[in-house]
C-alpha cells in the first residue's frame, strides 16, 4: 500500500525567501503530482511527474521527482503573498487509478 | 479544459435524511471518484468509479454508497445523514492512466452541513 508523506505541515516564510516542500512515498509510484488548494476552494493541478528525473517549472515553483529515493520536491523561489494556499503531493501506485494523497503543507508568505 | 461540476456548493440537511450529492464531468473520462475532506485528516477516498456501472470501495465507504448510470456522472448518496458526514466533499475525475497522465481534476467541491 502506497504511504506519502509530506513535511513540513506547516511553512511560514517571508517574501523573497526560497524554500523547499518535501514528498516522500513508500512504495514503487510510477507518477507524482503536485496540486495547490487555497482557502474555501478545490483542488487545483500544478504538476504531473512522470519519470525519474522529471523537473517541471511554472512560475515560482519547480517540482521534481526522485524515484530512486522515492522523494519529491517542490521548490519555492523568492516567494510572494499570492503563493499562499495549501499543497499537496499524490502519488499513483503502478496499477490502477487512484492517487494516495499526503497530509498537505500549509504555506504562509509574510510581507 | 477539463469541466468537473457539482450539484450544490452548500447544503444543510438533518439527521437521518437522505442526501444526494452529483458530479459531472465533461471530459468523457472513464475515472470518477468521491473524497471528503475534513481538518488535521488531508483527503480520504470514499468511492470510485473506473467504469459505467462499477464501482469501487475506497477507505471509508461506511455509510455512503455512489452510483454511476452514465459515463458523465457520479452520484453519492448519504443513505441517512449523520451529524459525522459533515465535512467537504469533492468530486473528482481521470482518463484511464494508460491513456494520460492520470492526472484528476477537482470539482469546486460541496459543503455539507448535517445538523
Known amino acids: 500500500e502506497l504511504k506519502v508523506e509530506q513535511n513540513p505541515l506547516f511553512l511560514s516564510m517571508q517574501e523573497g525567501k526560497n524554500y523547499t516542500i518535501y514528498c516522500n512515498y513508500s512504495t514503487t509510484s510510477d507518477r507524482l503530482y503536485w496540486y495547490r488548494q487555497d482557502p474555501g476552494k478545490s483542488l487545483e493541478s500544478l504538476f504531473v511527474l512522470l519519470s525519474n528525473g522529471a523537473v517541471k517549472q511554472e512560475g515560482r515553483l519547480m517540482a521534481s521527482l526522485d524515484t530512486k529515493a522515492r522523494l519529491s520536491t517542490l521548490h519555492i523561489t523568492a516567494a510572494v503573498h499570492d503563493l499562499s494556499a495549501t499543497y499537496f503531493c499524490?502519488?499513483?501506485?503502478?496499477?490502477?487509478?487512484?492517487?494516495?494523497f499526503g497530509e498537505g503543507t500549509q504555506l504562509t508568505v509574510n510581507p | 479544459d477539463v469541466k468537473v461540476t457539482q450539484s450544490s456548493r452548500y447544503l444543510v440537511k438533518r439527521t437521518g435524511e437522505k442526501v444526494f450529492l452529483e458530479c459531472v464531468q465533461d471530459m468523457d473520462h472513464e475515472n470518477m471518484f468521491w473524497y471528503r475532506q475534513d481538518p488535521g485528516l488531508g483527503l480520504r477516498l470514499i468511492y470510485f468509479?473506473?467504469?459505467?456501472?462499477?464501482?469501487e470501495k475506497g477507505d471509508i465507504p461506511e455509510g455512503y454508497s455512489v452510483s454511476r448510470e452514465k459515463k458523465e456522472r457520479f452520484s453519492l448518496i448519504l443513505e441517512s445523514a449523520s451529524t459525522n458526514q459533515t465535512s467537504m466533499y469533492l468530486c473528482?475525475?481521470?482518463?484511464?492512466?494508460?491513456?494520460?497522465?492520470?492526472?484528476?481534476?477537482f470539482g469546486p467541491g460541496t459543503r455539507l452541513l448535517v445538523l
Open positions: 499524490a502519488g499513483k501506485e503502478t496499477s490502477g487509478s487512484r492517487l494516495t
Open positions: 468509479s473506473y467504469d459505467v456501472k462499477m464501482k
Open positions: 473528482a475525475s481521470s482518463l484511464w492512466a494508460s491513456g494520460g497522465t492520470g492526472t484528476q481534476y
